[in-house]
């Protein structure tokens, strides 16, 4: 019969109310500069700046998503909901990462319609709010740094991206000011726009393996199955299905053949492979004890629709 095992989550409601607090700071300080430097961008007649004010509207973006996300992760599972709502903040760091590729292309766009004719730069009101707009991405990239919450690493990133952008805006003003060389703006942007897409690629890669349902990239199947395979009692391991609920959770569902009937004896069994899970963050297991081996004992076997188990 099966035997689900449910082990403590890793980091739990305490750490999740921690992260949702730095989010829910972060999203009020993003949201007041974003304004300040789209007006700037605007007067200064800079594409860099306004780009830069363009990519903190997408950390505003991914910011409230993340904070979404964190909220409903904190939601306890319910009779319709039976995992809760972790899977929610994959959702949310697939959508952050399309939304910078998308912005990272309309920045690249827009540069290329500037570069033959750049238009005239007021670096007086540039400098200053880029100096403003580093200091406060620095800032909130200092205080979200080091979360394991993916929705949060994504948010991460994009105040990351958007403080190097503003430390090369800064640069930007300054060549202006003294070559008088307008182009650097549009140029600038243009690398800004493949530097956002290219940090963008592996949030979507990994989300979207999530959301898939794919085996965890950091988990080798093989390893995992020898380690349940070399616990006493355990005469071979078949039907093994692993994927990730969210970023820190994995999941196994495996048929365990052992000749080991007596329940106290599976359950010995049970705990020592509940133990060598852990290291591979696999934080919920259902295990099928068997004393007969199945027809077909294939280490992965497709899950198909309408037929009875077995």
Known sequence: MPDHDHAPLPGGTETHGDDTSLVSQAVLLTFIFFVVEAVG??????????????????DLSALLLTFGALRLAQKLPSEQRTFGYHRVETGAAFINAVLLIVTGLWILYEAFQRFSAPPAVQTSIMLPVAVMGLVVNLYIA??????????????????????????????????????GDMRIDPVLSALLSVFIIASALPILRESGAIILQFAPRDVDLSALVADIESVPGVEGVHNVHLWSLCSHTNVLDAHIYT?????????????????????????????????????????VLPVKSGEPPG
Request: hydrophobic share 40%; net charge negative; proline share 0%.
């Open 41 to 58: 961008g605007y007067l200064a007649g800079s594409l860099s700046l306004f780009s830069d004010a363009t990519h903190m509207l997408s």
């Open 142 to 179: 200092i205080r979200l740094h080091g979360s394991h919450d993916l929705s949060v690493k994504s948010a991460y990133l994009h105040v990351l991206t958007d403080t190097l952008s503003s430390g090369a805006v800064i640069a930007a003003g300054i060549w202006i000011m003294v070559t």
């Open 259 to 299: 000749c080991k009937d007596r329940v106290a004896d599976q359950e010995i069994i049970k705990q020592e492979i509940k133990h060598r899970l852990g290291k591979y963050h696999v934080w919920h297991s259902t295990l099928e004890f068997e004393c007969n081996e199945c027809k077909d004992c294939a280490l």
